[in-house]
């Protein structure tokens, strides 16, 4: 992706979501995959979790207006080309985030792409998305989204598609389009007994297959978050979904490879040009 020249406006982009205080994954791993990127980063906070490389121990929401708040403070006045959101913490937050969305003409038919990773719990198990939130989700936000990029957990909690093979992969990405979005990205990653983690992509239309060599490393916290990142930073550039996809495969595999120890849980991805 081009870098911008010393002393010009880069291109902007929009992360709604959470903070991490581990500094791995939310918040700190979009900004991290921005700046990389040459893009300036814009934030709109849902909650502050307390969190390190062993799980989350705390969660403090953000007032639901305050939220849309800050995309509509942003918006208008420093211009974004793309929005992406992560972890959400309640349906409210999401009710506020999809009007503040269509008012500010954000999502996939309108001006701005955005992209929805639905984030709904750490991979410690650790629950970030309210259960009775799961339907806001899916109602107000999946119809505005440009992808939306659900691993294989978030897979089955949205569409209750348990997927074990290519076929149901396949049938997950269906199910998930029929939701409303122009493209669902069902991951891999997590697929047992493979060695390969293809992710599928799906615009109603045909499969696009992302295949990719499974690093096998403990030090993968923030790996969803980077891949919606490095997404969304590709859209904010100008580059088809498709094209995005393969970028954001590329930089997260990558990231993985270079992933460090932290502490004593798990370490972050690390992306790096
Ligand atoms: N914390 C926050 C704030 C997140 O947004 C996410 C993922 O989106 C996580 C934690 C979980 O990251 P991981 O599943 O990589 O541990």
Redesign the pocket.
């Known amino acids: 992706l081009p870098l911008p020249a010393s002393g010009a406006t880069p291109v902007r982009v929009m992360t709604v979501?959470?903070?991490?205080s581990g500094g791995?994954?939310?918040?700190q791993?979009d900004m991290r995959t921005f700046a990389l990127l040459g893009l300036h980063a814009c934030v709109a906070v849902t909650?502050v979790?307390v969190?390190n490389s062993t799980g989350?121990t705390g969660i403090q929401e953000i007032e639901p207006s305050v939220v849309a708040a800050q995309m509509r403070s942003v918006v208008p006045d420093i211009g974004v080309s793309a929005v992406k959101t992560?972890?959400l913490a309640s349906g409210p937050i999401i009710d506020a985030i999809a009007d503040a969305a269509v008012d500010l003409r954000i999502g996939r038919d309108a001006d701005v792409p955005l992209v929805v990773?639905p984030?709904c719990?750490?991979?410690?198990g650790?629950p970030?998305l309210a259960a009775d939130a799961l339907g806001a989700l899916k109602e107000r936000l999946f119809p505005l989204a440009t992808v939306v990029t659900p691993n294989l957990d978030e897979v089955r909690l949205l569409t209750g598609i348990d997927v074990v093979d290519a076929d149901t992969q396949r049938a997950a990405a269906v199910a998930l389009h029929a939701l409303g979005p122009r493209w669902a990205l069902v991951k891999g990653g997590h697929l047992r007994g493979s060695d390969v983690s293809p992710d599928v992509l799906y615009d109603g239309t045909g499969f696009l297959e992302f295949p990719s060599a499974r690093i096998d490393t403990p030090h993968?916290?923030?790996?969803?978050?980077t891949l919606a990142a490095a997404i969304t930073g590709a859209l904010g550039h100008g580059y088809a979904v498709p094209d995005a996809v393969g970028f954001a495969k590329q930089w997260v595999t990558r990231g993985l490879a270079a992933a460090y120890p932290l502490g004593a849980g798990?370490g972050p991805v690390n992306p790096l040009w």
Do not use: K, W
């Open positions: 979501a959470g903070s991490d791995g994954a939310g918040i791993a909650a979790t969190q989350v992560g972890m990773d984030v719990a750490s991979m410690h650790d970030l993968d916290h923030g790996a969803g978050d798990h």
